[in-house]
């Protein structure tokens, strides 16, 4: 919880508890009423209003309505045990106040890990167009390619930036994402609260940085591994990532149109299976391709953010679930790719060419336990047995596949809905980004990790 929130919700405590107190009430309860009052002005003002405090606002506004009062009759008297109707008021009270403790801990605003590097960070959002590139998932013939990218980059910024938010049209978005994971609509109206450290459209530091592509899974979208985006761009470099429009949760563009995931239009059954999803990573390897071409032509302008900002000689590649499974199969086709990292990766839709041909690049595979099923990761592991010898797998215990995304910050209750492992979040973000870093900088960089 944020400071006025705990301040308030401790400011609220004696008023609804002090009638369990064989005490008469005193007169500076009604203070600190008031108190609790300006510790809510401050909380709208300086934090902003989420509805998991929504009980907390309701026993303010009565217990300072309820202060007013008295000073105005100078009646003091308000005693448990008064009459059937007062007791069952205080209990009423007393189960908000419970209510009022208990959401905003259980649907805490996230926190990011603070970022390391020496870099401030900026960001902003491209929509891309392919002409020369037939979208395979429209019934309509010749409609183009169409997809959002997203930086995030070492940044000068000014001081007139704006604080990014987490994720940019969150009212289209929120009730998308809580549809998928079963949840009320409104669950995710508070994820722009998050102090994500990042300017919108700062300027760019000076200097080349080298670039990372991010490919996110299916059903997933570009902000899913932000907390790994912006390390990466605070310790020098420039990382883009896509949302592959159809394959995603949602895609917004900035035109108002909203393409959101209907698992029919790219499995027959209605139902992903690796088969049928052979070119739907395809279509992923090849919007990485389309990326780093209209990236390779900012350098020929002088216009833009990052016209010559980005060392297109030295390139990492790393995806979680499908976009692993499209970081792996962009490496084996584009030797532009100096090293690969997957997240618990979906491998099986990748080319069966690949235990043949494989990537010539190193790759770090990181995942969980089971690696999303047997098959998948027997395949994983005989992919990593023809890699170069620098390759490497890392399992981490105690968690599952939403562990390699940002999804267990957002709430301490994600294992209890199935949607993370036990382990700790924030010793989970680190391990990730630590090796991630550490790989990126040995094989992009070239410095010895």
Known sequence: ???????????LTPLVMWPLLPLRRPRWLDGLALLALAFL??????????????????????????ALYHFIKRDWKLEIGQSLISNLLYFFALFTLLIAFALPALLPVPKMLPMTGPYAVGTFSLDLVDNGREEIYTPENGDPREVMAQFWYPAVPTGKEEEAVYLQGLDVAGPVLAEQFDLPAFMFNHINLTKTGVWQDAPAADGRFP?????????????????????????????????????????VFPDG???????????????ANYIEANPLIHQWSDDIAFLLDTISMWDETTSGILAGKIDMEHIGV???STGGGTAVQFCMDDTRCDAGIGLDAWVLPVDERVLDTPPPQPFLFISSPVWLGKENQARGRAILQVLPNDSEEITLENTEHFDFSDLPLFSPLTPQLGLSGTIDSMVSQKTQIDYISAFFNQHVRNNEQ
Request: hydrophobic share 45%; aromatic share 12%; with cysteine.
């Open 257 to 271: 149109r909203v393409v959101v995931y209907d698992p029919c239009r790219l499995f027959t059954n209605c139902d």
């Open 1 to 11: 919880m944020r400071l006025f929130e705990i301040l308030l919700l401790v400011g």
């Open 318 to 320: 790393f995806g979680h």
């Open 211 to 251: 670039l990372i592509i991010f490919s996110h899974g299916l059903t997933g979208l570009r902000v899913q591994n932000s907390s790994m985006a912006r390390e990466l761009a605070s310790q020098g470099y420039v990382v883009a990532a896509i949302d592959h429009t159809y394959g995603n949760a949602l895609t």
């Open 41 to 66: 002005t401050a909380h709208l003002i300086w934090e902003g209003w989420r509805w998991q405090m929504i009980p907390a606002y309701g026993l303010t506004a009565v217990y300072s309505l309820t």
